[in-house]
């Protein structure tokens, strides 16, 4: 049996959860804290496999009480269960030793992937922050001319079009959609439009 505790702010998220998790018949919720002071001592008190923890809660937060939970139990595992999806907040979870991070607006089944994925030792991060960090990748390997170039592409302008908007030559262009080809990895101009028009507003 899976044993874990929820740490969460609101007691109406909490029974959700446990609802959903409990259905699965191998897990069993042992322990519900509203806040990372609670959570605390609770995993002291019980030591679960999993903790899935929120990460703004009142006394301690979850990165907070992830950082004691991983210093005094290495052995547990911890899930991330957040709205925030800034790079700096994944980030720090990470770096407190959660091995997991998924969105609370994802179905509840990524919840559950996500526990079965870490107690095989694996880490597991929501596909909404996947996306969203290779985006940011992305905008910061291309130039902020790139960027206006391919936001361009993007609303189907050609290359005549965008040196004219630009007063820059068309050659310019040319070079700069290279450029993006080679950075993005992308194959030719249909591949190159088809991100264009995919990303426009990321950039």
């Not at 993006?180 to 030719?188: A, H, S």
Request: aromatic share 6%; hydrophobic share 40%.
């Amino acid at each position: 049996m899976i044993t874990i505790i929820i740490a969460e702010d609101h007691q109406s998220l909490i029974d959700g959860i446990k609802l959903s998790l409990e259905f699965e018949g191998d897990i069993t919720v042992v322990g519900e804290a509203n806040d990372g002071d609670e959570l605390i001592q609770l995993v002291r008190k019980k030591r679960p496999q999993v903790v899935i923890t929120d990460i703004r809660m009142p006394k301690c937060d979850g990165i907070s009480a992830t950082k004691i939970i991983k210093k005094e139990f290495p052995e547990i595992k911890v899930i991330a269960f957040s709205m925030f999806d800034q790079s700096e907040a994944i980030q720090q979870m990470k770096e407190a030793g959660a091995s997991g991070y998924i969105m609370k607006n994802s179905p509840l089944k990524k919840l559950i992937e996500a526990i079965r994925a870490i107690l095989s030792n694996e880490t597991f991060f929501d596909d909404a922050i996947i996306v969203k960090d290779e985006l940011t990748k992305q905008n910061i390997l291309l130039s902020n001319r790139e960027k206006e170039i391919l936001r361009l592409i993007g609303e189907g302008k050609t290359s005549n079009e965008i040196a004219d908007l630009l007063f820059i030559s068309k050659s310019t262009v040319d070079t700069h959609r290279k450029n993006i080809l080679k950075k993005m990895n992308l194959y030719g101009k249909t591949d190159l439009i088809r991100f264009a028009v995919e990303r426009k507003y990321d950039f």
